[in-house]
């Protein structure tokens, strides 16, 4: 029966053509529509957990005593063999080093002496491992103003702001002044790649980012790095794998004294981000339910009009001796099968907007400032698992609904009634 | 008048699946003014808290003065002019004056903002009253933000080294007289209020500032050597991240509202189809065809006003309830240096209940007219006789 | 409290009958024997850290308070680095980056290689005569030493520290200890002088510790080897090109 009715959907187009097309473009609203409102709220645990937190971070723990000031004096040593030890450990996160640090940047004329001088702040990342995902992590790529990436070791970049402030071009030399791990002077020339806007106005002063292996050989960090980072390979947050394994993790240490021993914090532990992921869960759960709730309102008045504008077809059935039990089982697993093809065409539909925009996302705040901003004003969908079902139920459950209760009209009137006033 | 009454008269007797179409349409209208409302309700927050916390009516900057280099402030200070101290006393200005010292709090050596303000001052929200001398040492004022950071709190004494304008090295204890909670991250962080005099005195700086901030009665621009820096410029990093923001919110609305609209259309095409008779019989009765197509795109435009007005019922104390309690938010995102509240009123203008309003009207009226058009295209006697095709 | 008063009554006796001699006659005794037309040595600073200690050598030149001239020796990673002060203004030259960075202002008041001292307290280049007026405030014995303590009070605006208390060696007039003091009498740093030795006829002091008292923290110790006075010592060297040979 399920095949005849199928045949029936396929051939009469009033019945199939509209309500799947509207059910598609609503299941496919809703799909897009939840990306997106997850995508906003995760928008800021993605800025954080990129720029600072990672999704979960390992400091020393006089590192995290101190963490605001920068202190590389108590950064953590033996960090490659660390790092190491956590890919072999947990596999599902990618470890990367950091190193955060204060310096000055000198300017030389040509004699090599002091032309200019400003105050920086200074990132080391990762740059050159094949795969590396640490540019894109900063938004490097979409803020360089001009230039390009470090390309080699000893090249850097600068903030826009800096460069414009003391004439410096790409291919100029800058000298960065600072204090090694040990309290040592450090001292470091660097070329001049690209020039970066961050969008903020302290960092947009005075910064260079460079590579790793670079601000481990200036500032004599020789296999130590302030911070290690964790990702999910996934990209996402997961707040309990988190938990679990920073738990797991600091309990390897536990019994040590050493102040230089690693701790793990994970990304609610730190910026006060704790109360923000739990706003950003019940704010997204009531958006996602609203719009449910309204798709599901819409598609259920077309599941209604769809029983309507049947009447006709009904009266003559039931004219015909059709028991009304039967024509209502008939309408309500065709709207089963009219709910689900729609919901499948509007999720698939959905999907195939909202993967792109997970990607790339879309940009509100370049064009007010013109040129790229590293705090990303770039909003972008998130496709969780919910994505995949949530479109069923306004699709599948209110186009059945509203058959189911636009069928009753079956029941309630004579027959010949039905056939006479229902009739269009 | 005659289309609106017989769309009236139709949409009522459809029933509830009109009220369906309304429910939804009204749901994607007040959520369009909520949502607008939370931004523009954090946006005059930040901005009032900016202005009330910080920045007053603007700023009159010592010429080298640079917020965002420390390195400036030593040199950044200068004596009050018998006219500026004359509006200081007037209340129209209140001198600020900043160092840069160390503080030491349990032994570590951090670097520290001193801020000297006037504790009778009133015209920032500072708690400055606080700082007034209590048995001859000196009091401190710290934000909430930097007592977890330094690990201090009310009626602790926090050690504090400084150089004088002559570079002589001094050092006290100060006893911290009060924390004050305030969402305005950049009078906080790293910062400690003392009253002005006591720290004109310990930077052997009498008389001086590094800025003054204006009253709500100022009205002088630059007053020499001041610069004056206007609550635009000093709010010009807000403005942009609130901006973006909105963009951000505008899809979601967008979306809503296009299901709304979606409900609509399919309701329209279907009784499109299920009425040709009735549009037969106006054709016929002499009616023209854009007419007949005027009827129902009024029809589906009474749907928004419907709508509105269901949104009203239940919208307006819904909304009057959120901007009262308002909504909570964590302090996240304070690192970032721009003003978030704790919790945010929202506010909603009658610009943008009117302006929200219009859209709703017109992109129903759109969207009931793009089925209607087929109308036009009609055959009357076809119609009469219910062919429609 | 009886040791106390023990050592402070004889004091106050000498003191009230005139008989020690006049503070600031002892100070120009430290000055005359501390000072040198110029001086070379070579030196050790060992810095206590976090991480534990670490020490760096250097051979410094040095005509008057005006002018001088530090090369570092080791570790290996500082070796080469050369400093040169003249007058107020301070440079450093990095021989890996082939860089001469000028050391102005503000910056002059962070931390030399992580050590107790700020490049400012290196420069500081005024006599004490010139900058502190003196007084005896007692008689103490310092490690078996007697010593004559005074104390010294900026007699101009721009001292860096408002108040010193010294411990001088009452008989080969060399400071043992130092205390500097803020301007509200908070005690901020602490200087140990020790290992005096008989350098070409006159006592110096080979050892000194700094701490700053305000935090946390080992100190740092300065010790000099190899001090050499009166040498001929080039002129080129206290210029800007001799940074970069």
């Known amino acids: ?424 | 008048m005659l289309a609106i009454k017989l769309a009236f008269k139709n949409i009522i007797g459809a029933g509830f699946r009109t009220f369906l179409n309304i429910a939804v349409l009204s749901f994607a209208f007040v959520v369009i003014i909520w949502h607008n409302g939370v931004i523009d309700g954090w946006n005059k927050q930040a901005r009032r808290d900016t202005i009330e916390w910080e920045i007053g009516r603007g700023q009159l900057w010592h010429p080298t003065f640079d917020p965002l280099d420390f390195l400036s402030y030593q040199d950044a200070h200068a004596p009050l002019s018998e006219t500026v101290q004359a509006l200081v006393e007037e209340g129209q200005l209140t001198p600020i004056l900043i160092a840069q010292a160390s503080a030491f709090p349990q032994g570590r050596m951090q670097g520290v903002i001193l801020k000297g303000i006037d504790p009778g001052q009133k015209i920032l929200k500072i708690p400055s009253g606080l700082l007034e001398a209590r048995n001859g040492q000196i009091p401190a004022l710290i934000g909430s933000r930097m007592a977890d950071d330094i690990r201090m709190k009310e009626g602790d004494q926090l050690l504090i080294r400084w150089r004088d304008k002559n570079g002589t090295f001094d050092a006290l204890e100060v006893i911290i007289a009060g924390v004050f909670d305030c969402n305005v991250p950049t009078i906080d962080g790293g910062q400690i209020w003392l009253p002005l005099e006591s720290l004109r005195q310990m930077l052997n700086m009498p008389g001086e500032a590094t800025l003054l901030v204006a009253g709500e009665n100022y009205t002088g621009g630059d007053a020499e050597p001041w610069v004056f820096r206007s609550q635009d410029y000093l709010l010009a990093d807000l403005d942009l991240i609130i901006q973006s923001k909105k963009g951000g919110g505008a899809i979601i609305y967008g979306l809503l509202l296009v299901i709304a609209l979606l409900a609509i259309f399919d309701t329209q095409v279907l009784s499109i189809f299920r009425r040709q008779k009735e549009i037969g019989t106006y054709i016929a009765l002499g009616m023209t065809r854009w007419q007949v197509v005027g009827i129902f795109t009024v029809e589906g435009s009474v749907y928004s006003i419907l709508a509105i007005l269901l949104g009203a019922l239940y919208g307006a104390p819904l909304l009057w309830y959120t901007a009262k309690v308002g909504w909570a938010l964590p302090a996240a995102s304070t690192d970032m240096g721009i003003s978030i509240a704790e919790r945010i009123y929202p506010v909603y203008g009658a610009g943008l209940i009117a302006a929200t309003i219009v859209l709703v009207v017109l992109a129903s009226t759109i969207v009931s007219f793009l089925p209607a058009r087929k109308i036009a295209r009609l055959n009357p006697t076809d119609a009469l006789k219910g062919k429609i095709q | 409290m009886k040791n106390i008063a023990i050592l402070i009554f004889p004091a106050l006796f000498l003191f009230a009958f005139g008989l020690a001699p006049d503070a600031n006659e002892i100070l120009k005794k430290v000055e005359e024997n501390m000072s040198s037309k110029n001086r070379v040595f070579e030196s050790e600073m060992v810095i206590h850290g976090r991480r534990g200690k670490r020490t760096i050598t250097a051979r410094t030149y040095s005509v008057g308070d005006k002018q001088s001239f530090t090369e570092y020796l080791s570790p290996a990673r500082e070796a080469g680095t050369k400093m040169l002060k003249l007058e107020n203004q301070l440079w450093i030259y990095s021989p890996a980056t082939d860089r001469t960075i000028q050391i102005s202002g503000h910056l002059l008041r962070q931390s030399v290689m992580g050590s107790d001292l700020s490049y400012e307290d290196m420069m500081d280049d005024r006599k004490l005569t010139e900058v502190y007026s003196a007084k005896t405030i007692g008689e103490e014995v310092l490690d078996g030493r007697k010593t004559y303590v005074l104390e010294l009070t900026a007699k101009v605006d721009d001292a860096a520290y408002n108040r010193r208390k010294m411990w001088v060696d009452a008989e080969r007039y060399v400071p043992l200890r130092e205390d500097l003091f803020a301007k509200g009498g908070q005690l901020l740093k602490r200087t140990i002088l020790s290992n005096v030795q008989q350098i070409e006829g006159r006592w110096f002091p080979l050892t000194i510790v700094f701490k700053d008292m305000l935090k946390d923290g080992g100190g740092t110790e300065f010790r000099m080897t190899k001090v050499q006075f009166n040498q001929d010592i080039p002129a080129y060297l206290f210029t800007k090109a001799a940074l970069k040979q």
Not at chain 1, 24 to 29: A, C, D, E, Q, R
Not at chain 1, 320 to 336: A, D, P, Q
């Open chain 1, 1 to 424: 029966m399920i095949r005849f009715l199928f045949k029936g959907i396929i051939r009469d187009k009033n019945r199939s053509l509209l309500p799947v097309l509207v059910i598609s473009i609503g299941v496919f609203l809703t799909v897009l529509g939840s990306c997106w409102f997850k995508g906003i709220f995760s928008d800021m645990i993605d800025v954080n957990a990129n720029f600072s937190t990672g999704h979960v971070k390992i400091m020393s723990r006089a590192y995290a005593d101190n963490a605001g000031q920068m202190p590389n004096d108590l950064a953590l040593s033996e960090a490659g063999q660390l790092v190491e030890e956590l890919q072999t450990a947990y596999p599902g996160l990618e470890w990367v080093q950091r190193i955060h640090f204060g310096g000055l940047l000198d300017v030389p004329d040509e004699a090599g002496e002091t032309r200019g001088q400003g105050m920086a702040t200074g990132w080391g990342i990762d740059f050159f491992s094949p795969g590396t995902q640490e540019p894109q992590r900063m938004n490097i790529p979409g803020s360089i103003v001009k230039g390009a990436l470090p390309a080699r070791p000893g090249e850097a970049l600068i903030s826009h702001e800096f460069a414009e402030r003391f004439g410096i071009g790409i291919g100029d030399t800058v000298t960065l002044f600072g204090s090694t791990m040990y309290g040592g002077m450090a001292f470091a020339n660097f070329t001049v790649a690209g020039a970066v806007r961050f969008g903020m106005r302290a960092l947009d002063r005075g910064a260079i980012i460079i590579d790793i292996t670079d601000a481990q050989a200036a500032l004599d960090m020789a296999d130590a790095a302030g911070e290690i980072l964790g990702f999910f390979r996934d990209g996402r947050y997961d707040g309990a794998r988190a938990l679990q394994l920073k738990t797991d993790f600091n309990a390897r240490y536990e019994s040590e004294t050493d102040e230089f021993a690693p701790l793990m914090l994970r990304l609610n532990d730190q910026n006060g981000l704790e109360d923000y992921l739990a706003l950003s869960e019940s704010i997204s759960g009531i958006m996602i339910f609203i719009f449910v709730l309204a798709m599901s309102i819409v598609l259920w008045n077309t599941g209604l009009l769809g029983g309507l504008r049947r009447y006709n077809e009904f009266g003559i059935r039931l004219a015909m001796g059709e028991e009304k039990k039967h024509i209502y089982r008939t309408l309500i697993i065709e709207s089963v099968l009219i709910g689900a093809i729609g919901s499948v065409v509007g999720t698939a539909l959905g999907l195939a907007a909202a993967l792109p925009l997970q990607e790339y996302g879309l940009s509100f705040g370049s064009a007010v400032q013109g040129g790229g901003i590293m705090m990303p004003e770039v909003f972008r969908t998130r496709v969780g698992p919910e994505a995949f079902y949530i479109g069923f139920i306004p699709g599948l459950v209110s186009m059945v609904l509203g058959n189911a209760l636009s069928g009753i009209g079956i029941y309630r009137r004579r027959t010949a009634v039905l056939f006479k006033e229902l009739s269009v």
